[in-house]
């Protein structure tokens, strides 16, 4: 794996600006740090964490032109927002220039951003590296990076609900992938969890 290690590197270098990469390198040491926490393979964690970000700073038109090149079909809220291709882009990049068959390393690229139910352990690291490595800053991201080195499931919960609920106070469109992966993540870990009631929250229902 060191040659991709290395190969990404170069590759990095040419495609996105020095901020992202200054994030995607805060992104791997977080994501290695949980890794090794919770012992999951490092360079795994590492290759999906370098691979990331790697089209995120690509023109919305060269990302439908590689979507297109690579046989993704977008989806509608894709064709209104482009930039959502970028994990997936990633992925089948991954796949294509190093033969990466490695599921759970694709899935992690391909669904960082949205999120996705059934998420396996390097998803998870990757998810919430992105969301919580040293740049980041904003209330409460200190409580989930600790929360996250000693336990990851609570952790992508709370990182989740951090995420969805800023959604929704900017009022900003939420993916259905990521609607599917707090419905799973409860549904696992809080088997007792209910859905929202049609008198809850709503004055005189
Ligand atoms: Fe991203
Ligand atoms: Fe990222």
Not at 37 to 65: P, Q
Not at 84 to 94: F, N, P, Q, S, V
Not at 99 to 126: F, Q, Y
Request: neutral net charge.
């Amino acid at each position: 794996m060191q040659h991709i290690v290395q190969e990404l590197t170069r590759v990095l270098n040419l495609l996105v600006t020095p901020r992202r990469l200054r994030h995607i390198y805060s992104c791997c040491s977080f994501a290695r740090k949980l890794a090794k926490l919770h012992c999951i393979n490092e360079e795994r964690v590492t290759v999906a964490c370098l691979a990331h970000d790697a089209f995120r700073d690509v023109s919305t038109s060269k990302l439908l032109k590689i979507a297109r090149a690579y046989g993704i079909e977008p989806n509608g809220m894709e064709l209104a927002h482009p930039v959502l291709l970028h994990g997936k882009i990633a992925a089948e990049y991954l796949k294509r220039r190093f033969k990466i068959e490695d599921r759970e390393i694709l899935e992690a690229v391909a669904a960082h951003t949205s999120g996705k139910p059934n998420m396996g352990e390097i998803a998870k690291i990757v998810f919430l590296a992105d969301s919580l490595e040293e740049t980041r800053v904003y209330e409460g991201v200190e409580d989930l990076r600790r929360l996250a080195e000693q336990d990851l499931d609570e952790a992508v919960i709370q990182t989740l609900r951090s995420k969805v609920c800023y959604a929704m106070k900017k009022e900003y469109l939420l993916l259905p992938e990521t609607i599917e992966m707090w419905n799973w993540l409860l549904q696992n870990k809080r088997p007792k969890s209910v859905t929202v009631n049609d008198q809850d929250g709503v004055e005189g229902g």
